[in-house]
Every structure is written in structure tokens, then in C-alpha cells.
Nanobody, 115 residues
Framework: QVQLVESGGGLVQPGGSLRLSCAAS????????MGWYRQAPGNQRELVAG???????NYPDSVKGRFTISRDNAKNTVDLQMNSLKPEDTAVYYC?????????WGQGTQVTVSS
């Protein structure tokens, strides 16, 4: 099973930007879906950005226009560019990869938006 490692989290002021990266231990070519999810304390894990193997993306309204997901099959990475961050974006962010064999998750990276 592929291993996913997230990086790029941290503390940022409201209105700031962060770029998260998810590096896979193997090829991501076979994953027909990859996504970024987040989970805040007391909340369920939610999808914030998804991308198909063909490059089709989807976002919930809460982040649309502020977050951008991209995947690089040559580098085996999936990135999440987050702009205009708000305090309500504070959460642990997880990377997920889905293949016909099942799902793989990363360990998560903390994003805190606070002044």
C-alpha cells in the first residue's frame, strides 16, 4: 500500500496563504481520485478539494475560489494551495488517495489560522 506524507502546515494569520504538499511513496498514476480533507476538533472529516486522474477538480462552497488542488503524476505529489485563509479553516488536513484496491490516508498536518 502506498504511503502518503503531508507537509506544509503551520500557523498563519487570517488572510494569509499556505501550500500543503502530499508526497506518495509510489506512483500515483493508478489513483483515480486524490483529495485533501480536514477535520477540526468536534467535527467530522470533510472534503476540501478533490482531483481525478483526468484533472477534474471539485471543491465545497466553503473553499471555492480560495483553495486550489493540483497533482503531478511525474513527481507523485498532490498539492493544496490555500489563499485568503480564515480562522474557520483551522484543522488537521489529510491527504487521501483512492484506487480500485481501496483508500490510503496520510497522517495529517495541522493548519492554524489565527492572529
Amino acid at each position: 500500500q502506498v504511503q502518503l506524507v503531508e507537509s506544509g502546515g503551520g500557523l498563519v494569520q487570517p488572510g494569509g496563504s499556505l501550500r500543503l504538499s502530499c508526497a506518495a511513496s509510489g506512483s500515483i498514476f493508478s489513483f483515480y481520485f486524490m483529495g485533501w480533507y480536514r477535520q477540526a476538533p468536534g467535527n467530522q472529516r470533510e472534503l476540501v478539494a478533490g482531483i481525478s486522474s483526468g484533472g477534474t477538480t471539485n471543491y465545497p462552497d466553503s473553499v471555492k475560489g480560495r483553495f486550489t488542488i493540483s497533482r503531478d503524476n511525474a513527481k507523485n505529489t498532490v498539492d493544496l494551495q490555500m489563499n485568503s485563509l480564515k480562522p474557520e479553516d483551522t484543522a488537521v488536513y489529510y491527504c487521501k488517495a483512492r484506487s480500485f484496491g481501496g483508500d490510503s490516508w496520510g497522517q495529517g498536518t495541522q493548519v492554524t489560522v489565527s492572529s
